[in-house]
């Protein structure tokens, strides 16, 4: 079984497209001195793995500004680094009832995690049928002294159907804009995260991530995973 899981997330689709850096928008004219790589968007897929493990992958910006797509990885649940409290590491658990987290984050070149998105979507089942789900969101972002550093500009999340469903498709967004040591205008970095949770009537359940950046740096690293 954890084979052909192994297997199946290895093949897992992903799709990266680094977009040219543009011209400066209007208000941009104080471009942090910081060499920037431009915009950048990311999107991805992973299947959720079987009970008591995690799957995540790390995208790294490399020095040429292109993204290093990293291997999937398949990890024992306990042992993924909690980022929040909403990353809980619950798997399917007894009498129709299923549990799945899902982790959407980014990192500057020195392992701080600058902005994260995660979900939690508990589910019932029975009958062939999704007989009721609930799905949370919350975000996480990093601040600095003064109150500076990285916002929660927007954020929304819903279900298209908690009850009596085929499939219960889950969406949560956040979008996060930056004012501060290395920006002092706000006009220059902002990311917005999108994940996408999709839960099945069998049980089962898939992740789809995006990532979506105004500029990017040499070093930054988008990581993400569902459990």
């Given at each position: 079984?954890?084979?052909?899981?192994?297997?199946?997330?290895?093949?897992?689709?992903?799709?990266?497209?680094?977009?040219?850096?543009?011209?400066?928008?209007?208000?941009?004219?104080?471009?942090?001195?910081?060499?920037?790589?431009?915009?950048?968007?990311?999107?991805?897929?992973?299947?959720?793995?079987?009970?008591?493990?995690?799957?995540?992958?790390?995208?790294?910006?490399?020095?040429?500004?292109?993204?290093?797509?990293?291997?999937?990885?398949?990890?024992?649940?306990?042992?993924?680094?909690?980022?929040?409290?909403?990353?809980?590491?619950?798997?399917?658990?007894?009498?129709?009832?299923?549990?799945?987290?899902?982790?959407?984050?980014?990192?500057?070149?020195?392992?701080?995690?600058?902005?994260?998105?995660?979900?939690?979507?508990?589910?019932?089942?029975?009958?062939?049928?999704?007989?009721?789900?609930?799905?949370?969101?919350?975000?996480?972002?990093?601040?600095?002294?003064?109150?500076?550093?990285?916002?929660?500009?927007?954020?929304?999340?819903?279900?298209?159907?908690?009850?009596?469903?085929?499939?219960?498709?889950?969406?949560?967004?956040?979008?996060?804009?930056?004012?501060?040591?290395?920006?002092?205008?706000?006009?220059?970095?902002?990311?917005?995260?999108?994940?996408?949770?999709?839960?099945?009537?069998?049980?089962?359940?898939?992740?789809?991530?995006?990532?979506?950046?105004?500029?990017?740096f040499v070093g930054w690293n988008w990581r993400h995973g569902c459990a």
């Amino acid at each position: 079984m954890r084979t052909r899981f192994a297997l199946c997330a290895l093949l897992a689709v992903f799709v990266l497209t680094a977009a040219a850096p543009g011209a400066l928008a209007a208000g941009d004219d104080a471009r942090p001195a910081a060499r920037s790589c431009g915009s950048l968007r990311l999107t991805g897929s992973l299947p959720v793995p079987p009970a008591g493990l995690a799957v995540q992958q790390d995208v790294s910006i490399g020095a040429d500004c292109t993204p290093r797509l990293g291997a999937v990885r398949l990890v024992p649940a306990d042992r993924v680094k909690e980022a929040a409290a909403a990353r809980r590491t619950t798997a399917t658990a007894a009498g129709g009832s299923h549990h799945v987290s899902s982790w959407n984050e980014m990192y500057d070149c020195c392992n701080i995690r600058m902005t994260g998105l995660y979900t939690t979507s508990d589910w019932t089942t029975g009958g062939g049928r999704v007989v009721s789900a609930a799905t949370d969101a919350t975000e996480q972002h990093n601040r600095e002294p003064w109150d500076a550093g990285w916002s929660v500009a927007s954020s929304t999340h819903g279900a298209d159907c908690t009850a009596d469903c085929t499939v219960s498709r889950t969406e949560a967004h956040a979008d996060f804009s930056y004012r501060g040591i290395f920006d002092v205008t706000g006009n220059w970095y902002a990311n917005s995260h999108h994940s996408s949770v999709d839960l099945g009537a069998d049980g089962t359940a898939s992740c789809r991530f995006d990532m979506e950046l105004r500029h990017t740096f040499v070093g930054w690293n988008w990581r993400h995973g569902c459990a």
